[in-house]
């Protein structure tokens, strides 16, 4: 489940009960700025797997370690491990990649 607010994502993360309701596991938040401004840079000259910002654990996220935004494949990429917020404990892991879609303004 996403709530898109300006650059700024939270993802909630529920467990999959088969026989009962979803229980919320927790939340995050992570800013996606840094990864459209990525997305709006000229990187096709960049080797692959090349490093174009480093974001790292602040207050104002949730990221649990440093998160690398790469140029993979011909495409801007970003892995990060976030840690849940409102539960014991808890991390989740994703990975960003944008994807145009035919007919779509893109950026």
Known sequence: MFTFITS????TVYDHDTFSKDD??????????????AMRMDL???PAGA???????S???CLA???????????VAQ????????????????????IDLPGSNGL
Do not use: Y
Not at 51 to 57: A, F, M, N, Q
């Open 8 to 11: 700024l994502q939270i993802q």
């Open 24 to 37: 919320k596991m927790g939340d995050a938040e992570f800013d996606i700025k840094a990864f459209v401004e």
């Open 44 to 46: 096709h000259d960049l």
């Open 79 to 98: 892995d990060m491990c976030l840690r849940l917020r409102n539960v014991e404990c808890g991390e989740v892991a994703l990975s960003l990649h944008w």
């Open 65 to 75: 370690e440093e998160s690398c935004i790469t140029w993979t494949d011909g495409k």
């Open 59 to 61: 207050r104002q996220n």
């Open 51 to 57: 490093v174009v910002v480093r974001v790292h654990p």
